[in-house]
């Protein structure tokens, strides 16, 4: 079955981006999705909270897309969160809106992929990172699925960039008519690499 997409795009300065701009062209160009700007929408950053929600309960995908700011999203993307997905409408023990909905973020880095493990540069992998998205989807029964990335920003192409750019149009593709991309079931398994075995105290 068809899905809703909504693609909700944030980039503090659009006009200076080159990645984001470019995947929001792509995003553009694609009919079975529903694109929405948000530091166009709102330039003064106050949020019309009843207008989001209603957009966001229309559709059955939402995409996040935005360059990694500091480990994380874009000031309004983040006030976006805060105020549309409220207590009561998104979780809490009444009303969960978002139930059986998918969350997924389309993300740009400076950072190469392998910049982001224990040993590299930053530390932590992008997984680990992106955990409060992660945990904020499943407070709200939403699925999580794995992201669409674009890293090693400033080192791409032209033609790296738009092969990036058709990807993207067919990932979106792909999630509004086909299966789309699996949903990240658990953090546990990650962690099983991740920790030192644990012993048990007769093993030593
Ligand atoms: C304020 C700021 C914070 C950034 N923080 C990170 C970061 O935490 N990790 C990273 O890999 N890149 C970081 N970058 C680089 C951007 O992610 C990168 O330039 C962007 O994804 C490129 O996309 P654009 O051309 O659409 O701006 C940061 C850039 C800015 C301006």
């Known amino acids: 079955m068809k899905k809703r997409v909504l693609v909700v795009v944030a980039h503090p300065v659009m006009e200076g981006s080159r990645i984001n701009r470019a995947l929001l062209e792509a995003a553009t160009g694609c009919e079975c999705v529903q694109v929405h700007d948000l530091y166009a929408t ?100 939403m699925q999580y699925l794995q992201p669409f990335l674009t890293q090693a920003t400033d080192t791409l192409s032209d033609t790296a960039l738009q092969a990036q750019a058709d990807s993207y149009a067919a990932w979106l593709k792909e999630l509004a008519e086909g299966d789309g991309p699996p949903v990240v079931e658990s953090v546990q398994a990650e962690e099983a690499q991740y920790l030192e075995p644990v012993r048990d105290v007769k093993d030593i």
């Open 42 to 141: 709102y330039p003064e950053q106050m949020i019309d909270v009843s207008h989001e929600q209603a957009l966001v309960f229309q559709h059955d995908v939402l995409v996040f897309q935005h360059p990694l700011h500091w480990y994380s999203c874009p000031a309004l993307l983040k006030s976006w969160l805060d105020m549309v997905l409220s207590y009561g409408w998104a979780h809490g023990d009444v009303s969960t809106q978002l139930a059986g909905k998918s969350w997924v973020h389309a993300i740009s880095t400076g950072g190469a992929d392998s910049v982001y493990q224990r040993r590299g540069y930053h530390h932590f992998t992008l997984a680990e990172l992106l955990r409060p998205f992660e945990q904020s989807a499943r407070l709200c029964n």
